[in-house]
């Protein structure tokens, strides 16, 4: 039904226009009054927050202080350990590791050490000695012939000394062992078999060490921990021969340094030493 | 007097023989070569030391003459043949007379007869001295150099 009268048709409108305008106001208020709550509530939410960490904080400070306090109580306790009746491994005598067995050892690792002669050197070496060998022949020659000369053969006696001060002082090749190769391949299995012996014997005592639950030395504590890290055990008793290994070829005593000094030279100690170092460090990491 | 450095000095080659039929007998390749060969360098040191002596014992009374004649030959030249530039080797000549007439023989065991060598060299060189002038150092210079030569 349409309105004929245009006046009325306006009012119309414009009334409803203004119910649309009015709906339009409340529905600002409400998003407005929306907003300020969602601003309060997130206030509130971020207040909250905040306390909950400082809560935290304070509850890991008071851990912290906890934990120092654990530790020293280790310490104590540790040391009481120790002082005790606790029965300790001992990593220190190896009655049945003798001094053959380190001697045998120790003539591989030099033979392994020992450089050995190409046949193309032995030849120089030959030569060289047979070279020393004819200047010693001539060298006696001259110094026969001082013996004899008169004193005021000068040009004579300065030759003839010349001649002998070729050889004086100087030394005489050492000759090539023909059958040093063999010798040294020998003697490099002995060592092999004897480092593999010594090596049985440690790791049984270090097991038995492990499985009767006994107290580390200091040394071996220092430097491989207080246990096998998880999950490592074979790596860290491999280690841990090998320590104690080093520490019986080279006489390592010291009661806190497991692998005492460090050697100055290179070779097979130094390489060994440098080694064992890595991989202690290694299982010492929490 | 005379005779005990001869008699040193036969002494020494002796001793030196005696090492040397050791050394003989051990041949090269024995163990105790090298300390035989040491006792026998050592000998052979000695005997070179008393020849030394023997030289030492022969030469100072000629090398203090002819020192001495050079150094009386160089006054002469100086006074006679009087010559800035031949001061020079005058000089140098006098200086290696007074070294000469001080220890006649020096202590190494070629130096005896490389001192009468510098001497007579500085000798010539004061006698040409009139002739050379200062050149005649280079006579001088040679006589030293030869001196030091033999006992480097």
Wanted: hydrophobic share 45%; aromatic share 6%; proline share 5%.
């Amino acid at each position: 039904m349409k309105n004929i009268d245009p006046v009325k048709a306006l009012d119309d409108k414009v009334e409803r226009l203004k119910k649309d305008l009015k709906s339009l106001g409340d529905r600002i208020d409400n998003a407005q009054t929306d907003a300020a709550q969602n601003k309060l509530s997130t206030t509130n939410q971020i207040r909250d927050t905040t306390r909950k960490i400082a809560k935290t904080n304070d509850r890991v400070t008071e851990l912290a202080d906890s934990v120092h306090r654990l530790e020293r109580l280790l310490v104590a306790l540790n040391r009481k350990v120790r002082a005790g009746e606790t029965r300790k491994a001992d990593f220190d005598n190896w009655p049945e590791i003798g001094k053959p067995l380190i001697a045998r050892i120790l003539a591989g690792q030099e033979a392994y050490a020992r450089r050995t002669f190409t046949p193309q050197e032995a030849k120089t070496r030959r030569k060289a000695i047979s070279e020393y060998d004819r200047l010693a022949h001539e060298a006696i020659d001259a110094a026969e012939a001082l013996t004899t000369l008169p004193p005021n053969a000068e040009a004579l006696w300065r030759k003839k000394y010349k001649q002998w001060q070729a050889i004086a002082g100087k030394q005489r090749p050492e000759a090539p062992d023909e059958d040093e190769h063999a010798k040294d391949t020998a003697v490099k299995s002995a060592g092999n078999e004897a480092i593999a012996e010594a090596r049985e014997l440690i790791r049984t005592r270090i097991e038995d060490a492990v499985a009767n639950d006994l107290l580390f030395p200091a040394w071996f504590e220092n430097m491989l921990g207080p246990a096998a890290p998880p999950g490592k055990a074979d790596d860290w008793l491999y280690t841990a021969t090998d320590v104690v290994l080093y520490r019986l070829l080279h006489d390592v005593t010291s009661p806190a340094n497991a692998l005492g000094r460090a050697p100055q030279e290179q070779g097979h100690r130094r390489t060994l030493h440098d080694r064992l170092i890595v991989e202690c460090a290694d299982y010492r990491k929490p | 007097m005379a005779a005990e450095p001869f008699a040193r000095l036969a002494d020494r080659q002796h001793a030196l023989r005696t090492a040397l039929r050791a050394l003989q007998a051990a041949g090269p390749g024995s163990p105790d070569f090298p300390s035989l060969l040491a006792d026998t360098g050592k000998e052979v040191e000695a005997v070179l030391q008393a020849r030394h002596d023997v030289e030492a014992a022969r030469l100072t009374i000629p090398n203090r003459a002819i020192a001495a004649g050079t150094a009386i030959a160089a006054l002469v030249v100086v006074i006679g043949w009087f010559d800035g530039w031949s001061l020079l080797s005058v000089l140098l000549a006098v200086a290696v007379a007074a070294a000469v007439l001080v220890d006649p023989t020096g202590h190494g065991i070629w130096e005896p007869r490389a001192r009468t060598a510098a001497i007579a060299a500085a000798g010539l060189a004061v006698l040409l001295t009139p002739l050379a002038h200062g050149w005649a150092a280079l006579a001088v210079v040679a006589g030293v150099a030869w001196w030091a030569w033999r006992i480097r």
